[in-house]
């Protein structure tokens, strides 16, 4: 009989017996709805947290190990959770409507070309894209794009198994390396953060890069110490401003970057250790960063708000007992 573990307990072995910098992948899901309530993910406790503008925090879905999610104009709340069963991870994606009805999108995929959870996003016909690695021809891994219709069927969207890494051009004919998360433009472009540089899928179907060399090579005091490069030293959240801007979390390098329209890098929010930012999210004016302490053990997450004009402010962070 093949014993079966639940996922809480998975979550406190781990909080338990592994060194903090082994923990490999915060959740980054973070979103602001019209009223200015922030809802952010929290793998380390299970939990989708709720926070009003005032600081009231609210465990808005419990018992979820989640690192996505995405919230639509009209209060539509869309999050992947991940699974364990049989000693894998199959991830479903899950919605929450406005009216509290929750159901089940994608049933889990143990084929991660199938559903690849992390990163996803919705489109308006309500298929969905997500990433997902797989090795090329030459055996080295690359990243691709899935597409999941609404009726369930699965083509790869853009990505090419040939050719040298990080090829701009046709969305078949481009190559990714790592992708860790996308945002879906005003106008239907995919935009995405791909290991070092934040790129662009236009509606006619070609890839741009828009930014490029925004790691620090190595990071000077990352969260995490040991691991392969891809985890240690990444990019995490993205987050598309009002005037065409783009707001990245650098979680190894504690810090988030804005890249303008153009392609102009600037950092406008660093912060010291134990804190590093993993989310972003941006409303008008207003920015939301997602941070994660060194210790997940110690403490949960916190918010910070960075608004025009204005320093930076905490407006309410995870502890133990809001676990």
């Not at 390396?177 to 005003?186: E, Q, V, Y």
């Not at 890098?265 to 960063?289: F, H, L, N, S």
Request: charged share 30%; with cysteine; hydrophobic share 35%.
């Amino acid at each position: 009989m093949t014993k079966r573990i639940c996922i809480s307990g998975i979550i406190s072995l781990l909080l338990t017996a592994w060194a903090p910098e082994t923990y490999a992948h915060p959740a980054h899901g973070i979103a602001i709805d019209k009223d200015n309530n922030v809802f952010f993910a929290d793998v380390a406790r299970t939990t989708i947290w709720r926070c009003s503008p005032d600081g009231k925090l609210t465990a808005h879905i419990p018992s979820t190990w989640t690192h996505t999610i995405r919230l639509q104009d009209d209060g539509t709340l869309y999050y992947e959770r991940e699974l364990d069963v049989d000693g894998v991870a199959p991830a479903e994606l899950n919605r929450l409507d406005p009216d509290g009805h929750r159901r089940t999108v994608i049933r889990a995929e143990r084929e991660r070309k199938r559903f690849g959870g992390t990163g996803f996003i919705v489109l308006d016909d309500e298929s969905v894209l997500f990433p997902y690695s797989d090795r090329g021809h030459d055996g080295k891994w690359r990243a691709f794009i899935g597409k999941r219709s609404k009726n369930g069927k699965t083509v790869v969207f853009a990505g090419s198994k040939t050719g040298r890494l990080f090829i701009d051009g046709p969305k078949q004919r481009a190559t990714f390396r790592s992708i860790t998360d996308m945002a879906l433009g005003k106008n239907g472009e995919i935009y995405l953060l791909d290991r070092d540089r934040l790129r662009v899928i236009t509606r006619d179907g070609r890839t741009r890069t828009i930014a490029a060399n925004l790691l620090d090579q190595p990071p000077t005091d990352p969260p995490q110490k040991r691991g392969p490069p891809t985890t240690i030293n990444r990019l995490y959240g993205l987050a598309l401003g009002a005037d065409g801007s783009f707001y990245i979390a650098y979680h190894s390098g504690r810090r988030v970057i804005r890249v303008s329209a153009g392609g102009d890098v600037e950092t406008i929010y660093e912060v010291a250790r134990p804190w590093a930012p993993v989310g972003v999210a941006v409303r008008r004016d207003k920015c939301v960063i997602l941070e994660t302490h060194d210790d997940l053990r110690k403490t949960g997450p916190r918010l910070r708000i960075l608004e025009k004009g204005g320093p930076a402010r905490t407006l309410v962070t995870v502890d133990r007992a809001d676990r």
